[in-house]
């Protein structure tokens, strides 16, 4: 079974910084993407950011510039740097990684962290 755990999230000032973090267990062959996603209270899933197994990073416009995705593949984990926090940043933030289970099977799962609060006070 694979587990994705986060941690990091909290309370911060506006314009304050947090850094999430995400690590992946359990038994797998190898993780290809990574990604962040958060959803605020009333609002749909936001895909914040990407990062490819390859180290290509992508980003949502509102964050481009102010976060920062990171990824350490001997730790099986991603991390979210956030910078310059805004009260629109407020959200419950998820990790996913897509990963390939065994050597023998191409196919490609997606697994989901529990989610970690992050709340941006004005």
């Known amino acids: 079974q694979v587990q994705l755990v986060e941690s990091g999230g909290g309370l911060v000032q506006a314009g304050g910084s947090l850094r999430l973090s995400c690590a992946a267990s359990?038994?797998?062959?190898?993780?290809?993407?990574m990604h962040w996603y958060r959803q605020a209270p009333g609002n749909e899933r936001e895909l914040v950011a990407t990062?490819?197994?390859?180290?290509?990073?992508n980003y949502a416009d509102s964050v481009k510039g102010r976060f920062t995705i990171s990824r350490d593949n001997a730790k099986n984990s991603v991390y979210l740097q956030m910078n310059s926090l805004k009260p629109e940043d407020t959200a419950v933030y998820s990790c996913?990684?897509?990963?390939?289970?065994?050597?023998?099977?191409?196919?490609?799962?997606?697994?989901w962290g529990q989610g970690t609060q992050v709340t941006v006070s004005a």
């Open positions: 996913k990684a897509i990963i390939q289970k065994t050597t023998t099977a191409p196919n490609l799962y997606q697994y």
């Open positions: 359990g038994s797998f062959f190898r993780i290809d993407s």
């Open positions: 990062i490819s197994s390859g180290g290509s990073t």
